[in-house]
């Protein structure tokens, strides 16, 4: 059978269509698999439970490209359980309502604060400086009771327990001022202030109210704690 030019012609055209059309159509589908992740985002940064002073990193997982999206006439809709939103871990629901169509993925929420931690193992009664202590970005379900986001107001302050590096560093686990320390009580009244020497009986932190024996006159009295080696009362 002898092929005429004509028909050779025509036949690498149809070779040369065929190939534009799968690039064509592969890209509308990698288009289409992108804005639904990029959808997903949105409606996870719109609807989870976000702390609002936490710093927020919100990342869909990418959508498998051999999943074939069909085309909406109507916008695509999102959906996910008030549990599901609460989680690290964001399970969405992505429908076409005029068609039968759905998928599930996932979308991954990152919630960090910067919060003071060790940077080797101390033991009790150690001082704590700014050589041992440093600032981390720490997920918030990491975060338990009262923590520090500077190492400013924690030189000086002394360890009742043991750690290891990296732990964060909490009310519990501290004191600025320690039982059998000898303080400065700091007296004011009325614009004027005296200073005196005390015995802490207690273990105190920043803001706690602690008894304190006055080393002259042995009267123990209540005060607050305002640094690592001062108290301060009002007279």
């Given at each position: 059978?002898?092929?005429?030019?004509?028909?050779?012609?025509?036949?690498?055209?149809?070779?040369?269509?065929?190939?534009?059309?799968?690039?064509?159509?592969?890209?509308?589908?990698?288009?289409?698999?992108?804005?639904?992740?990029?959808?997903?985002?949105?409606?996870?940064?719109?609807?989870?439970?976000?702390?609002?002073?936490?710093?927020?990193?919100?990342?869909?997982?990418?959508?498998?490209?051999?999943?074939?999206?069909p085309?909406?006439?109507?916008?695509?809709?999102?959906?996910?359980?008030?549990?599901?939103?609460?989680?690290?871990?964001v399970?969405?629901?992505?429908?076409?309502?005029?068609?039968?169509?759905?998928?599930f993925?996932?979308?991954?929420?990152?919630?960090?604060?910067?919060?003071?931690?060790?940077?080797?193992?101390?033991?009790?009664?150690?001082l704590?400086?700014?050589?041992?202590?440093?600032?981390?970005d720490?997920?918030?379900?990491?975060?338990?009771?009262?923590?520090?986001?500077?190492?400013?107001?924690?030189?000086?302050?002394?360890?009742?327990?043991?750690?290891?590096?990296?732990?964060?560093?909490?009310?519990?686990?501290?004191?600025?001022?320690?039982?059998?320390?000898?303080?400065?009580?700091?007296?004011?009244?009325?614009?004027?202030?005296?200073?005196?020497?005390?015995?802490?009986?207690?273990?105190?932190?920043?803001?706690?109210?602690?008894?304190?024996?006055?080393?002259?006159?042995?009267?123990?009295?209540?005060?607050?704690?305002?640094?690592?080696?001062?108290?301060?009362?009002?007279?």
């Amino acid at each position: 059978m002898q092929i005429t030019k004509s028909n050779s012609v025509s036949t690498i055209l149809g070779f040369v269509l065929t190939y534009f059309l799968m690039i064509f159509t592969t890209a509308a589908n990698a288009s289409l698999h992108q804005s639904i992740q990029h959808q997903a985002e949105l409606y996870v940064q719109q609807n989870a439970f976000i702390d609002d002073s936490a710093d927020v990193n919100i990342q869909a997982a990418e959508v498998d490209a051999r999943i074939h999206i069909p085309a909406c006439t109507v916008p695509y809709q999102f959906e996910s359980s008030d549990s599901s939103l609460k989680q690290s871990n964001v399970s969405v629901k992505v429908t076409c309502p005029n068609t039968n169509w759905y998928l599930f993925t996932s979308v991954q929420v990152e919630q960090t604060k910067p919060v003071v931690v060790t940077s080797e193992t101390m033991s009790p009664g150690s001082l704590l400086t700014n050589k041992n202590l440093y600032v981390a970005d720490i997920p918030i379900n990491k975060l338990r009771g009262s923590t520090y986001s500077s190492t400013k107001n924690l030189v000086g302050a002394r360890l009742k327990r043991r750690v290891r590096p990296g732990q964060i560093i909490n009310d519990g686990m501290l004191c600025f001022v320690c039982k059998g320390d000898k303080i400065t009580i700091m007296a004011v009244a009325s614009g004027l202030s005296l200073k005196v020497s005390g015995i802490a009986q207690q273990d105190g932190n920043l803001g706690d109210t602690i008894r304190v024996q006055n080393t002259a006159s042995k009267k123990t009295i209540s005060a607050t704690v305002s640094s690592t080696s001062e108290v301060s009362i009002q007279i």
